[in-house]
């Protein structure tokens, strides 16, 4: 399903130190800039491991996400950009070596998004998913083993359902928890008024009628290793929401969507 663009452009205030923990990520821009095959990432070229803020700015003319993508050692940030490729479009299985490491998902032009997470040490590759366009970088140093913060509101992921907790409308950080073992991300509409649960699953699955989402409000994640969580920053509506995950097992087969992984959540 082709959620478009949420024009999510209010700015993400800096991080006011709430006590969640999450003062000592180490910040890391990311910058989206460019148009078409002019699509460019600026990253540092290397940062050390630990708990890292992920300051994403899409600065291009089109949506675009900073999904990461890290490769363990023997091999190169590229292997693993091609294989996960593979795996993405061609449902090849996703090598043990090769890991969905977050990261901040789609955002619209000239938006702003951040995740907060442990970042562990490897070759990496920061991918916008549409397009194929990537850059690479190093996470230098030891494992240093970090948790992301604790928010109010959470969405735990596992296969295949999501269970919601806390979540409110306007502006929040968001625990996502992958607590399964395969890769999962999130992303999720506004159910519009006099559709359910079963008519967003016949959509997902046929994608054909009017779409029973507010496709514009959508919000999403970047896409985790079974065992990760990261913080994300969420904009929400009051309501219901679907939320949902299109990625395939690591052995590959059906979207997870196609697997039962739709579940509604209220946001008030
Ligand atoms: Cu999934």
């Keep these: 399903m082709a959620l478009l663009a949420l024009a999510a452009a209010s700015g993400v205030s800096a991080c006011g ?31 050390p ?27 190169t940030p590229e292997e693993g950009l091609q294989a996960a490729a593979a795996w993405a479009e061609e449902g090849r299985p996703l090598p043990p070596w090769v890991h969905a490491a977050g990261g901040v998902g789609p955002t619209a032009p000239n938006g702003t ?24 970088f190093e996470v230098t140093g030891e494992r240093q083993a970090a948790e992301p913060g604790s ?24 625990l996502f928890d992958n607590q399964g073992a395969e890769p999962h991300f999130v992303t999720g509409a506004p159910i519009k008024a006099g559709k359910t649960l079963d008519d967003v699953r016949r959509f997902a699955e046929t994608e054909k009628g009017e779409s029973p989402v507010d496709e514009k409000a959508f919000f999403s994640t970047a896409v985790i290793d079974g065992g990760e969580r990261q913080v994300v920053d969420v904009e929400l509506k009051p309501g219901r929401y679907a939320l949902l995950c299109f990625v395939s097992d690591r052995k590959g087969g059906p979207p997870h969507a196609a697997k039962g992984m739709v579940s509604e959540a209220a946001v008030r």
Excluded: C, M, W
């Design 17 to 47: 130190g709430s006590g969640d923990g999450q003062e000592e990520a180490r910040p890391l821009a990311i910058e989206l800039s460019g148009d078409g095959s002019d699509l460019r990432f600026s990253v540092p070229k290397s940062v």
């Design 151 to 174: 928010p109010e509101a959470s969405i735990v992921a596992s296969e295949y359902k999501f269970e919601p907790n806390g979540l409110r409308p306007g502006r929040s950080r968001v």
């Design 113 to 136: 998004g951040s995740a907060t997470q442990e970042l562990r040490p490897g070759g990496y590759s920061v991918i916008e998913t549409e397009s194929n366009k990537s850059a690479s």
């Design 49 to 75: 491991a630990g708990l890292t803020r992920i300051e994403f700015k899409n600065a291009a003319k089109a949506e675009g996400g900073a999904q990461l993508v890290r490769a363990d050692a023997g091999h």
